[in-house]
């Protein structure tokens, strides 16, 4: 149990100094050059791990199967991610960060048209609260300084689009596993992001100095590899719920570095909507706990 703690914590952790290092990061390095970057890395981290379990596991991965990751890479990099970044550009971290965070609630919504998951009514009051608290975070009528409503765009699309990336991956993780199943689909992702950069003359390996390579190597290797393999690995010690608490960590724990490292203030808006989040987040993971222990 303790390993569980430790990994959760490790991955909670890291993805919530994720907005803040991107935020740091986005101002010397296009948004999308900065999305192949990480992503890149932190697949390749990732990849010997994978194989590791691919081999432990006896996993077969079909051709049909390299195409379906294809897609999910197609979903969550050169899409989901980009309008992530765009997101944390165009907003506060602290914004950015918790918007994101609802990620969850939008992955039961699309699960009840891919999967045999359906919505509920306790699913539907997760979801509508979640909309609340981004309301309240992003608050239209009263645009924070440092927010756009343009940003907050981007990370409720952002949210939206990861929600789908893991709804469909839920047809396949069980079959793959998530660890060769996340580094697989990051590096095919971002394969498909080289040609893209290329077509819109965007910077592959431009701006990068001897200063800003340690930045790029932190959101690379730290959060996007280490931070996805602890979550994985607190999933095979504990189980998807339990892992799945990093998320209901991270809208508490992202402000925090954010109000330190960025000097960001949080007002009382964004506390209600902080909280509205984490209860939309606590009432999915209790509904998953107690859709286990009915064995349903």
């Known amino acids: 149990m303790k390993k569980v703690i430790l990994y959760v914590m490790i991955s909670a952790t890291l993805f919530s100094t994720m907005e803040v290092a991107l935020k740091i990061a986005g101002a010397g390095f296009d948004a999308f050059q900065l999305t192949f970057l990480r ?9 010997p791990f994978a194989l590791k379990q691919i081999k432990k596991d006896s996993i077969i991965i079909s051709r ?16 989901a991610m980009v309008f992530f970044q765009l997101g944390i550009i165009y907003s506060n971290a602290i914004t950015a960060a918790v918007v994101f965070s609802i990620n969850p609630v939008f992955t039961v919504f699309f699960t009840h048209f891919i999967t045999e998951e359906k919505l509920t009514g306790i699913k539907i009051v997760a979801l509508i609260t979640g909309l609340l608290g981004v309301i309240l975070m992003v608050t239209p009528w009263n645009i924070a300084l440092g927010d756009s409503l343009i ?7 952002a949210a939206l689009l990861f929600g789908l990336y893991s709804a469909l ?26 040609p893209l950069l290329l ?6 390996v431009a701006n990068i100095t001897w200063n800003s390579i340690w930045l790029i190597l932190y959101v690379g290797i730290m959060v996007t590899g280490v931070g996805y393999l602890a979550y994985f690995l607190a999933m095979e010690e504990g189980d998807a719920i339990t892992a799945s608490f990093t998320f209901f960590i991270k809208p508490g724990l992202a402000p925090v570095f954010a109000i330190l490292i960025l000097n960001e203030t949080v007002s009382i ?18 509904e998953n706990k107690r ?4 064995g349903s």
């Open 199 to 204: 077509v819109l003359g965007k910077p592959v």
């Open 269 to 286: 808006n964004d506390i209600w909507g902080i909280l509205l989040m984490l209860l939309a987040s606590y009432i999915i993971i209790r």
């Open 64 to 79: 049909n199967d390299y195409f379906y990751l294809l897609l999910l890479g197609i979903v969550c990099i050169p899409v």
């Open 151 to 157: 940003g907050a765009s981007y990370s409720v699309l």
């Open 291 to 294: 859709k286990k222990f009915n």
């Open 169 to 194: 991956g839920r047809k396949t993780i069980k079959r793959l596993k998530g660890l060769p199943q996340t580094a697989i689909s990051f590096l095919l992702g971002s394969a498909v992001m080289l």
């Open 39 to 47: 992503f890149t890395i932190g697949g390749l981290f990732l990849l």
